[in-house]
Each structure stands twice: as structure tokens, then as C-alpha cells.
């Protein structure tokens, strides 16, 4: 298949070729004219679709797990709402599929900045109880220098302890994360 480096455009009739085609007659602002350190810029923004899926798919297929976690649809980050989609189709419910439980986990400073409409707002239906764990997460949160910021910015250490206590009290534990099941089959 030759897919258009620009587009979700397909080619040809049958996957497998691993080839991208550096335009298409499909895409009309292909710029001919474009360099290739401007080229690279902006495809570092704009990879299609397929792609994320067949990474993600590969994934899949080399893990086999049973559960997978992604990224709220509603995030403010396109990205984010690029993955989830695309995982969707990674782990679509058909014959053979060996995921059988598929979540969505809130991301800080992301999932609460959405506009509160209803196809978006984060209404989390199942809950973990972290408090063995939570002081590992802080540690390891901690780590992520380059999102870590001083509080009282979502992405701070306090932030995430505040959050997650409020989680807990919310369904009567000390400490909670919060999560939107998609799917469970047993």
C-alpha cells in the first residue's frame, strides 16, 4: 500500500507494503516548492492516523494484553484525542481480540481544561485504591522533569496528592485515581 505522507489516504487495494508516497493528487496543499528540514517540521505534527494505529496495533500483537489504558477522548491535547482514537481501533472488538478491558485515564492539565460539555467532561465510573502506591507515584512523577510544574499547576506533585485524595473521599478511600471503562468482558 502506498499511503500518502499527508493525508489518511490509501493508495492502493491491500495493506502490507510498507511505503509512504511523498504526495498525492488527493492532498491539493502539497507544496512542491517546500524544503525538506520544512517538510520534516510539519509532518512531526501531521502523522496520519494509520500510522499511530499500526503502532499501536504492533503493540498490541507483540504484548497481547488483557487491559489497556489510554488517553480521554475529551483532552484538550489533539494528540491525546489522536491516540485514543487510534487505540480504539488497535483493540476493536473482534474475533481473537485479546484485550478485554479498555480504560480512559485523566491527565493533568489536559483532561480538567477541556470546556465542560457533555460529550467531553471526564465522568469517571471506576476507581483504584493507591494509597500503598501513591508515594511511589509522586517519586516517579517527579521524575518527569520537563511536564513538572510548581504548584498550584496541574502538573505538580501537590496537585497530584490533592487530586488523589479528593478521588478517594469521593467513594470512601484515602487515596484514589479515577478512570472511564470503556469496556470489560469476562
Not at 500510522?51 to 497481547?64: A, G, H, L, M, S
Amino acid at each position: 500500500m502506498i499511503n500518502c505522507l499527508f493525508c489518511d489516504v490509501h493508495h492502493c487495494e491491500w495493506w502490507g507494503v510498507d511505503r509512504w508516497a511523498e504526495s498525492c493528487p488527493a492532498h491539493p496543499d502539497y507544496d512542491e516548492e517546500e524544503d525538506e528540514e520544512e517538510r520534516a517540521n510539519r509532518l512531526e505534527w501531521e502523522t496520519p492516523h494509520v500510522r499511530i494505529n499500526q503502532v499501536i496495533e504492533n503493540v498490541i500483537d507483540k504484548v497481547e494484553p488483557d487491559t489497556v489504558f489510554t488517553h480521554f477522548w475529551g483532552d484538550v491535547n489533539c494528540d491525546h484525542q489522536n491516540v485514543y482514537k487510534s487505540t480504539l481501533v488497535a483493540v476493536r472488538p473482534v474475533m481473537g481480540q485479546v484485550v478485554k478491558e479498555l480504560y480512559c485515564y485523566r491527565v493533568p492539565s489536559s483532561t480538567e481544561w477541556t470546556p465542560n460539555k457533555a460529550d467531553t467532561m471526564f465522568m469517571p465510573n471506576y476507581f483504584v485504591d493507591i494509597e500503598q502506591y501513591a508515594e511511589q507515584k509522586y517519586k516517579a512523577f517527579a521524575c518527569y522533569s520537563t511536564e513538572l510544574r510548581d504548584y498550584p499547576h496541574p502538573r505538580s506533585v501537590q496537585y497530584l496528592r490533592e487530586t488523589d485524595k479528593v478521588v478517594g473521599l469521593r467513594v470512601g478511600l484515602l487515596a484514589a485515581e479515577e478512570f472511564v471503562l470503556l469496556r470489560k468482558l469476562d
